[in-house]
Structures are given as structure tokens and as C-alpha cells.
């Protein structure tokens, strides 16, 4: 038998990967770290002209052991950069406390083109970093995260013209106001994030006028008990707004009728001891139902309290005549507990009258419920008064009606009653069924 050496053997073995075309080993490497990808430079001089035209870099300052070997690689990274255009740039400085260095390696990506920039650098004492100015003129910039508070000085005129996706952090008071102009600097933006942990002393007072947004999206979470924030919206052609607060600010809202979806989370530790928190659900609310109609409204998920103003759903079912999915989920937390059973109470006390619904149905039964609404869900159901008068209205009106559901936050005798009793309720849809989970 003729056995073949190991040299033999080894020499037939194909080095698959280099064989690959440039294009596709740099999109490979853009898959790495940078720092990793960086290595790869060591395995011929191939690969090194590889490493260089990456289009994707990712500088995190967590990869290194201290602010001077970070910085000395980002610059030595920069320097040996290809002509090529940078696709996304990301950059994380969490030490270095050199801001004009870090000026000029956004500066660099902007020389190259760059059409994604995600920024986060952290502030020192009272020292925050500003933005560059070059980079509100940068033309080929499309999305721009603002991990971290800056301080930005936008032109007057000519800011951001391809900018269509914007994440902004607020977390500090002093980056308030020059960030929060931002947001009405943007005439092509499309996407707005604004995000962040806001302190007893802040006070936002945030005015969005972008008139191309499509999606809008408000996260705010809260340490300590504040005032309210004032939120002046003015985006006629919004479809998605997405609204999630711990501490609900106040909104007076303006857009078109293009709204298809809306995701409205007003959990509120405060809402039992807050006296306005009502007024503010009323005035968010109030502000999107002053439209006609929400002509392609097709599914709507109310995230609230007991103490929502069950009179603003009415106006909902009203206004969204293509709804087909509704979804009403209550909150853990209660604004009162007398209108939901505590199967632990410890008390003996005298029967009390009922607690009244606050929800009324309509003079005339909603378009939706008529012709288009299919599922509702109730989540989180303890047996308050107005979840039952809503379940039952819906079951004897929607014509349509194909699924309601039902999740229990809990189950007791007297829920339990409830939902028998749901089930004694005439449905004008046959082919409606009922689930309790």
C-alpha cells in the first residue's frame, strides 16, 4: 500500500478562508471587535490590507486595561485607515478625560463618510464633552446615538440633512437645553429615541417638531419623586409612538391621522398620592384622540392604572374604525384598591356599597366593534368594575369578535364569580370564544 507523507498530506490541505475575495473576508471581520479584528493583521500582509478597510469599528474603552493603551490603539487603528468609507463608528470612552483627542477621532469618521455614529462618552465632574460641529453639516450621516449627555451648538441653518435616526440619554441637568434643541433640527429625521433616568431637580421642557417622523419614543425612568416634564409634540406624519414613563410628564400632542400603532405605558409608583396624575393621563390621551380618526389603527395596547379615565377609551374605539386588536393591561400597582377584590384582606368589615364604573359606553356602537375589531385581551384582570363593563359591552357589540381573553392577576372566589358570569353574557358574534388563563 502506498502511504503518503505528512508532508504530503499537510501540503494538500487548502487554506479555505484566504481564498476567499477581499469583500467578503472584510465583512467578516466586521462581525469582531475591532481590537480583534486588528489581529488578524499578524497572518500575512493580505491580511492586513483587510483590517484597514473594515467598515465597522468598535472602540470600547471596558476591552483595555487603562486610558492609554485605549487611546494609543484607536489612533494607531485611525492612522493606518484605508480611504474606505466607515460604515458604522462606535465609540465608548469611559476614562479618557482628553476631550479635543476624542474630537478628532469623530472628526476622522467623519472624513470617511460615516453613516452610523454611536457615541458615548462619559462626563468628568462637571466637565461634558460638546460635539463637534462639522458634525451636524455631515452629509452622509444617517443614524446618530447620543449614549451619554453632550453638549451640542447646532447651526441655525442646515443641520443634519440625511440625519433619520436620532437616540438621544438625558441624565444631567446641564445637558438639558442644548440637547433637547435637537430635536427640531432634523427635516428629514424619521425615528426619534429619547431616553433616560431623570433626578428630582430636572424639568424637561422638550419640543419635537420633525415634520417627516414616523416613529417616536419616550423612555424615562425616575430615582426620586419630580415635578412633571412638558412635552410639546408636532409630528403630522407619526405612525408608531411608543411611550414609556415611571413619572408621566405633560403632553400636548399634534398629528396627522397616519397613527397605526401606540403603546402607552403610564405605570406611575406615584399615581395614588399624585392628584394630577388623572389630568396628565386626560391631556396625553386627550391630545391623541383630538384627531378624526385613526384611519389605520389596527392594534392598540393600553398599559394603566385603575385610575385611567376609562371615558378616554370610549373615544379610542371611536376614532380607531379599523382597530382590530385591542389590549387593556393593568398595572400591579393600583391608584385605589376599592375597585378590585383583595382575596387577603384581614379585616371584617361591613359590606360597602359596589364601587360605581367610571366607564360609559358609547351613544353608537364603534365602526371597529361593527366590522373589524377580532381579539381583545385583558391582562391582569382583579375584577375591577370597569374591565367587566368594558369585557361585557364588547362581547354583546362586536360583531366580529373572534377571541377575548382573559389573564387573572389572581384568583379568588369572587373572580372567579366574575368570569362565570362573563360567560352567561350573549355574544352577537358565534364564532367568539372566551379564555380565561
Aim: glycine letters at 2%; charged letters at 25%.
Amino acid at each position: 500500500m502506498d502511504f503518503k507523507s505528512k508532508h504530503q498530506v499537510g501540503a494538500e490541505v487548502k487554506d479555505r478562508i484566504s481564498a476567499l475575495p477581499d469583500a467578503v473576508l472584510c465583512h467578516i471581520l466586521s462581525s469582531l471587535q475591532t481590537k480583534l479584528a486588528v489581529r488578524t493583521g499578524i497572518l500575512s500582509p493580505r491580511w492586513k490590507k483587510i483590517w484597514v478597510s473594515v467598515p465597522y469599528l468598535d472602540f470600547n474603552d471596558r476591552d483595555f486595561k487603562d486610558s492609554a493603551s485605549y487611546s494609543t490603539f484607536v489612533e494607531r487603528v485611525l492612522f493606518f485607515r484605508s480611504s474606505s468609507d466607515i460604515q458604522k463608528f462606535l465609540l465608548h470612552c469611559s476614562k479618557d478625560e482628553d476631550y479635543s483627542r476624542i474630537c478628532s477621532w469623530i472628526l476622522t469618521a467623519i472624513r470617511h463618510n460615516v453613516m452610523e455614529l454611536d457615541l458615548h462618552v462619559a462626563p468628568h465632574g462637571s466637565q461634558i464633552f460638546e460635539l463637534p460641529s462639522s458634525l451636524f453639516v455631515c452629509k452622509t450621516l444617517t443614524i446618530l446615538k447620543l449614549m451619554s449627555p453632550f453638549i451640542t451648538n447646532t447651526p441655525a441653518s442646515g443641520c443634519f440633512p440625511s440625519l433619520k435616526c436620532l437616540l438621544v440619554t438625558v441624565d444631567l441637568p446641564k445637558d438639558n437645553e442644548s440637547m433637547l434643541k435637537l430635536f427640531t433640527k432634523c427635516p428629514v429625521l424619521e425615528e426619534l429615541t429619547i431616553q433616560g433616568t431623570l433626578q428630582a431637580d430636572i424639568v424637561l421642557n422638550v419640543n419635537i417638531s420633525a415634520p417627516r417622523l414616523k416613529i417616536l419614543r419616550v423612555k424615562f425612568g425616575s430615582n426620586d419623586d419630580r415635578e412633571a416634564s412638558n412635552f410639546l409634540v408636532d409630528v403630522p406624519m407619526l405612525e408608531c409612538f411608543d411611550l414609556r414613563e415611571d413619572f408621566l410628564s405633560n403632553y400636548i400632542l399634534s398629528s396627522g391621522n397616519s397613527l397605526v400603532r401606540a403603546i402607552l405605558d403610564l405605570y406611575d409608583p406615584m399615581s395614588s398620592v399624585d392628584p394630577d396624575f388623572p389630568t396628565r393621563v386626560s391631556g396625553l390621551l386627550s391630545g391623541v384622540c383630538c384627531l378624526p380618526a385613526f384611519n389605520n389603527l389596527t392594534k392598540l395596547k393600553l398599559v394603566l392604572l385603575e385610575c385611567f379615565p376609562w371615558e378616554l377609551l370610549t373615544r379610542m374605539l371611536e376614532r380607531s374604525p379599523h382597530l382590530k386588536n385591542l389590549v387593556l393591561e393593568h398595572s400591579l400597582t393600583s391608584c385605589d384598591d376599592d375597585d378590585s377584590f383583595d382575596d387577603d384582606s384581614e379585616y371584617d368589615s361591613e359590606p360597602e356599597e359596589p364601587p360605581k364604573p367610571q366607564w360609559h359606553p358609547p351613544q353608537a356602537v364603534p365602526i371597529c366593534l361593527v366590522s373589524h375589531l377580532e381579539t381583545v385581551s385583558i391582562e391582569g384582570f382583579k375584577g375591577q368594575v370597569d374591565a367587566m363593563e368594558v369585557a361585557k359591552y364588547i362581547l354583546m357589540n362586536g360583531a366580529v369578535l373572534k377571541k377575548m381573553m382573559i389573564s387573572k392577576a389572581h384568583l379568588c372566589e369572587e373572580i372567579k364569580a366574575l368570569c362565570e358570569e362573563l360567560l352567561t353574557v350573549p355574544r352577537i358574534s358565534k364564532a367568539c370564544t372566551l379564555e380565561f388563563i
